[in-house]
């Protein structure tokens, strides 16, 4: 049967092949969430591995944050740019829970974040998430989890106002925007709890750090460090 199975398989990737979601090129026998080629040429941040980095300084100016990190860059036009809207916008959930495991590999080699016990993914309004059928977010910190072997807490964070998208915003506008759209729910759960908070992509941070500040002042006890998948590099690129 597995001889079948595998035919089968093959024939399928012959009509069908997968294909590259950054490249679009076709995805080889051994390819995992990117091709060979694109993964060597992924743009890194480097910052897994790195206490004071970019991002770290810009958010520890605003709040007390254990650690920073954020794994790529986020590059206008460039085929990363569509691999991320195509899990923010396009229902390829499952792609992000793969580089959620991808990025929390990396996690998991540093040091820094050995003493994470618990992983929040920052939340969507229940609208939001209704419309779109899933958090990126979640799917993002499911794999992150899996690769740090901590789990995932659900039903602490909640977004309590359906704020205007950021999106097309200026700086300024952005903090306003996410002023108090954050609660804390059951914060017992949380207490004394190393807390590693997960969002797909930084701008400016001030969703970030709103969600941040709302874990805070909710459980003043427990260390908080940030984990995005991607920032621009124009902003954040500095060693680059």
């Known amino acids: 049967m597995s001889i079948l199975n595998d035919l089968v398989a093959g024939i399928g990737r012959l009509l069908y092949p997968e294909r590259c979601p950054v490249c679009g090129g076709e995805m080889r026998p051994g390819d995992h969430v990117v091709c060979t080629r694109c993964r060597y040429e992924v743009p890194l941040t480097g910052f897994c591995d790195k206490s004071y980095n970019p991002l770290w300084e810009r958010l520890s100016a605003h709040l007390p944050i254990e650690q920073a990190s954020a794994f790529l860059y986020f590059l206008p036009g460039s085929g990363w740019r569509g691999l991320i809207h195509r899990f923010k916008y396009f229902e390829a959930w499952r792609l992000a829970r793969d580089m959620g495991v991808w990025y929390g590999h990396c996690l998991r080699e540093s040091s820094l974040y050995a003493s994470v016990d618990r992983i929040v993914a920052v939340p969507l309004h229940w609208r939001k998430r209704l419309a779109r059928g899933y958090n990126q977010a979640e799917y993002l910190a499911d794999g992150i989890a899996r690769s740090l072997e901590v789990p995932v807490e659900r039903r602490c964070l909640r977004r309590i106002r359906n ?73 954040f690129g500095l060693d680059r």
Request: glycine residues 4%; contains cysteine; proline residues 5%.
């Open 163 to 235: 704020n205007p998208s950021q999106t097309h915003r200026r700086r300024e506008e952005r903090w306003d925007n996410v002023e108090g759209i954050f609660t804390v729910k059951h914060p017992e759960r949380l207490k004394g709890r190393h807390l590693l908070l997960v969002d797909d992509v930084l701008t400016t941070g001030a969703t970030l750090l709103s969600c941040a500040e709302a874990i805070l002042r909710a459980v003043p006890d427990c260390r908080l460090s940030i984990a995005v998948l991607a920032v621009p590099e124009h902003e």
